[in-house]
């Protein structure tokens, strides 16, 4: 994909560099495809990578889902439903199909605003308002509840939930 | 065990395939839901390095989904312009959508070369040459010092540009004057035997008759770790005949490497490859383009082999008891190697080892794609394509260049004029006494 913006790329540079000088593991070119938690089903323990058909867990102590949005495929759809695909975690949405848009096409559309509902420190929240799980924070594209097209919040989302959710992660090491 | 063999008598030249007829396979492939995922983002063609310094080239996004749907309403030829992908499967990474685009280009180009080029054509026969390098290869490193001058004079160079139109600029690699299985051979096969570490390595032909001591490398390196080494016969990984449309080729070349490592994996040998291109072959062309019994379980079974001791062996902590003598290296990492997510293992492996400074050259390509810089016609392309790695291993550190791929190698070595090395060398001088 082409670059954001100069203030971008700079940002990218930095972030790059501030990894490479903590010694930071950086790993694509393969898609998160499922996780493994603790015995408590509440704490995750790594995440499996398919690498070309071997599936590889890499393990951490904390994780931040930072797949994106629709787009991104971090959101994904079916006929039956909208889901986050590699913890699936929940996705607020309507089980009527054509109650995810809107007749009129500036109107305000629900799929707009598709993704994972967050708490105070980015932790994606189940149905019933709960953490997902205990070490996962989200950021960026992939959290819903705003529609960063129409408000053109879409950096201001990701550089904010991005730094929140990256801090308590660090911090809960 | 065989694994003490040479490889087979096997003549790649006989024309045991004919190759007018090879395309149902890709007929029978269902390319629709790829070309129905690509929404036309164009995330390939940015990532495309070929159309990055070639305006005439339409890029991946034409070559796959686009010439695809063009094909289904009336019988179009498929255009000669994928003569000038090399290749490089950047843009299978770069698609958000998991658009099959190198297994469409893959297809098409076996298809142009199957219905539109003549069999006669210079083009034809330098290309089946190219793609045939092993079958070269075999007969040079029979009489390597006499190959080695002789493919180093300047005017067989010329005759090589003006009657085959294989590039004058470049050098021949050196063939060894041992190859990596007479070293094996005298060697007298593995020197460690395991029942629960055990691997089978496809060396493939550039660790076999021009760089042995990657090979030599990646055997001392495993059985430092306890690996029982195996190395069953084999031929090409098919990397070079993909590229060149000469899917009969490849599919003779992967029924042999099927044959002879199928067996191992059953009884529980793991398939290592040090090329990146060998491994990406067998990990994804292989089960993309052919099917075979036993090709899906090769390809979970395959690795780079320092994937494979960094996914089972604590190699990080191996490097950081290990010290080498000062040295700096500017590497680059292999397109190939970038699409199984490889890119930054030497980097992040080697930072850690005391005595070594190594610097990543970029994200971009070397421009060579194995044989498509070698063509007469590629090589100006294939230059530009390199002018940016070129320029940043001038300002890196290193002296010294490092990567996975034979032919990144020989780029890397024709822009600077630096030694390269093999990952697995550096290992070697750390871990193995």
Redesign the interface.
Known sequence: MGPPSYPGLRLEDLLFDALDDAGVRISDGNPAVGYETAADGDTLESITIDRRGREIPYHAEQFILATGGLVGKGISSDRNGVYEPVFNCYVPHSDDRYQWFSEDAFGEHPFATFGVPIDEHCQPLTAEGKTEFSNLRAAGGVIGGVDPTAEKSKSGVSLATGYAAGREAGEAI | MSDAESPSSFDPTAQSFEPVSVFPDAEDMDLRPGADNCYK?T?CD?SCPVAEVDDEFPGPKFQGPEQWRLKRKSDEAVDDSIMSCSNCMRCD??C??SVPLSQMHNTARAEYVDEEMDKLSREYLRNRTLANYRTLASVGSKVPRLTNFVMGNSIVQKINEKILGITAEREFPDFATETFRQWWNKRGGPKVRSEEKRVAYFHGCYSNYNTPEVGKAMVRVFESFGYEVVVPKQGCSGTPMFANGMLADAKREAGITVDNFSGLIDEGYDVIASCTSCSMSL??EY?ELFSMDGI?DL??HT?EAM?YLR?HEDLEGAIADASVEEQAFAYHAPCHA???????QAV?LF??LDGVVIEDVGDSCSGISGTYGWKEEKYETSMKIGEEMFGHMEHSTGNVGMTECPTCSMQMEHGTGYDIKHPLQLLEEALVE
Not at chain 2, 338 to 344: E, I, Y
């Open positions: 983002c995330a940015t990474n770069a958000p959508s990990k994804q089960p899906e390809s979970i690795y994937e996914i970038r699409n199984q997510g490889l890119d930054r992040e930072r850690d």
